[in-house]
């Protein structure tokens, strides 16, 4: 079987943008992208911060509520239904639920062939570059850094602290 989807999985600043990014250049065939950033982004405003939305304590930590958690299965249910259509998918998330996580994106992605790749990056590295970029909630991608990848199982692991994108991405694209 062809892989028909990747999953990246890594903390905030990670660097899973940019290996998503290098991926759509790298690999032959085209593959669509989607992010759980563009996701949030995609919420009505009034979710941000709402008890049934999603909301950023001052120390970085992210809480869903009930709506959130509906909409989301909806979003990742599209994604695989996209992929069971025909389409590649490459998916940036962040599993806040570990195994949990993943085992949702495993239910909803039954019977394609998928890669789990965890995304890696030092949890000081990672919070400079949210520091860098200014649109995160400071402390995030420290908490996170370690957070996403326990009890999670990937076919691959790539590390960005000290490895750039496209090496990364090339790093993936061999597993293909």
């Known amino acids: 079987m062809t892989t028909q989807v990747i999953v990246l999985n890594g903390g905030s600043s990670s660097g899973k943008s940019g290996i998503v990014r290098c991926l759509q250049e790298v690999l032959p065939d085209p593959w669509l992208a989607f992010g759980v950033d563009s996701f949030v982004d995609a919420l009505p405003a009034k979710m941000q911060g709402a008890e049934g939305g999603i909301s950023f304590a001052a120390d970085g930590g992210v809480s869903v509520g009930a709506e959130f958690r509906a909409l989301d299965a ?20 962040v599993f806040l639920g570990g195994p949990h996580s993943q085992q949702r994106w495993q239910k909803a992605l039954d019977g394609l ?64």
């Open 74 to 93: 909806a979003w990742t249910e599209g994604i695989a239904a996209m992929a069971r259509a025909g389409a590649r998918i490459i998916v940036d998330d």
């Open 113 to 176: 062939d998928v890669l789990w790749v965890g995304v890696r990056c030092d949890s000081a590295v990672a919070a400079g570059r949210e520091t860098a970029r200014g649109d995160r909630v400071r402390g995030m991608a420290a908490s996170q850094a370690h957070l996403v990848h326990e009890g999670v199982s990937y076919d691959l692991e790539v590390d960005t602290t000290h490895t750039e994108s496209l090496v990364c991405a090339r790093t993936i694209a061999a597993h293909i």
